[in-house]
Each structure stands twice: as structure tokens, then as C-alpha cells.
């Protein structure tokens, strides 16, 4: 079976600039989440959907930063314009609602680096 | 509030020692409780999770975790690290949808 799926996998791009990353989640997964990790920050939360909906955004550091889930097999997160100090490893991971509340696990994609020049 | 700590962010061991990687959480309700590992430029991959039952979990790679209630802990275990054990583990705990990372901790296997 497919993992979760994000693109790309690397971007260098110039301040100001806008950014778009791209996730497929597990087939049927109806939780999606968006996380960002630095060193600095470790691993923070960003936003999670829920049948497409989002739930909580709480943790999208400002204005410049948007996502979106037009359906259930892919999320977009846009950084417009971009800063330097958005550079870092931007992941995505899905989960299935019927285990969450019994220990259901995240599944994580392989990420994207974000370099902001 | 709930929340995890790892203690220690840089852990080094002698390949074929023990590895301890400590997991305290906090938690006003019984928490679901994971080890990820993260090997460099890759997403994080579940190594065990403990949900309810026994509380020594086995996870893959020889890995394991014991949930202490009274001590509010699961920590890591592997007999002997290797030196592909060479990597960054995060513990989290989970309630509902709502999931929790602590800082993690870098593992370096001395050859």
C-alpha cells in the first residue's frame, strides 16, 4: 500500500516567492495533518483536517500561511510570500477516525525541505 | 495539561550496549503512548505504541517500552544498539485526535 505522498521533496525558492506543498494521504485516512519541524522548534503542528474540514489551525504561525483540502486524497500548504525563516521540513501524516481514541498511530510522509533564500 | 518530555536530547552508546532513551509524560486522563524513530532526511516511522493491555510493548527492531502508570514513563529499551539505531526518537502520547511530540533525542552508536 502507498504511504502518505508529498511533493516535492525539496524546494529552494527566493524570499517573497510563493510556495506550494502537496500531500496524498492513505487511502481512506480521514484526519490530516500538517507539521513543521526546525531544530530550533522541534516538531510543531500547523493544522489537522477532519473529513476534509479543517479543525484546528491554531498552530499556522501567521497570515502568510494557508492550507487547504479540496477532497479527501490531497491537502495543499501555501506559504505566500515566503521568508527565510520559513525554511524547514514541512511534513504531512493521515490517520483513520475509527482507531483515533484507541491508540490509532500518525503516518508520516517522507516530508518536504524548504529552503527560503 | 497534557505533555511529554525526553530526557536528554543527545544520547550516545558503544554499539552492543544498552539503549535507555526516557519518555516522561503528563496527563490528566489515561494517555495512548508512542515511540517514532526519524532516520536522517526521512518522515518519522511508528517503532511500538502502547494503547491498554500489557504494559511491555515490543516494536520493531528489537525495540521495546514498558508503560509505568505510577511513574508516568515509557521509556525505551533495545539490549543491544546497532549501529543502524543511529538516529533521532520521538515519544508522543495521544487523547482523541490531539497528538503530542516531545523534543526528541538523538541516538549516536559508537562503533
Not at chain 2, 535507555?20 to 489515561?30: A, F, G, H, T, W
Not at chain 2, 520493531?60 to 543491544?80: C, M, R, V
Request: proline share 5%.
Amino acid at each position: 500500500d502507498a504511504g502518505v505522498i508529498q511533493s516535492p521533496r525539496h524546494e529552494v525558492t527566493e524570499m517573497g516567492q510563493e510556495v506550494t506543498l502537496r500531500c496524498k494521504p492513505i487511502s481512506g485516512h480521514d484526519y490530516l495533518f500538517w507539521y513543521r519541524q526546525t531544530m530550533m522548534r522541534g516538531l510543531e503542528l500547523l493544522i489537522y483536517f477532519n473529513n476534509n474540514v479543517p479543525i484546528d489551525d491554531s498552530g499556522m504561525p501567521e497570515d502568510r500561511f494557508s492550507a487547504k483540502m479540496p477532497n479527501a486524497s490531497f491537502s495543499t500548504l501555501k506559504i505566500q510570500p515566503s521568508e527565510p525563516r520559513d525554511s524547514a521540513v514541512y511534513f504531512c501524516a493521515s490517520s483513520l477516525l475509527r482507531t483515533q481514541g484507541k491508540g490509532g498511530e500518525l503516518f508520516f510522509g517522507e516530508g518536504s525541505r524548504l529552503t527560503v533564500l | 495539561a497534557q505533555s511529554v518530555t525526553q530526557l536528554g536530547s543527545h544520547v550516545s552508546v558503544s554499539e552492543g550496549a544498552l539503549v535507555l532513551l526516557r519518555c516522561n509524560y503528563s496527563s490528566s486522563v489515561p494517555p495512548y503512548l508512542f515511540w517514532y524513530v526519524q532516520y536522517p532526511n526521512q518522515g518519522l516511522q511508528l517503532l511500538l505504541k502502547y494503547t491498554t493491555g500489557a504494559t511491555l510493548v515490543k516494536g520493531i527492531n528489537g525495540f521495546e517500552a514498558e508503560f509505568k502508570k505510577s511513574e508516568t514513563s515509557f521509556h525505551l529499551t533495545k539490549p543491544s544498539a546497532h549501529m543502524s539505531d543511529a538516529a533521532e526518537y520521538f515519544c508522543a502520547v495521544s487523547f482523541g485526535n490531539q497528538f503530542y511530540f516531545g523534543t526528541g533525542t538523538s541516538l549516536t552508536v559508537i562503533p
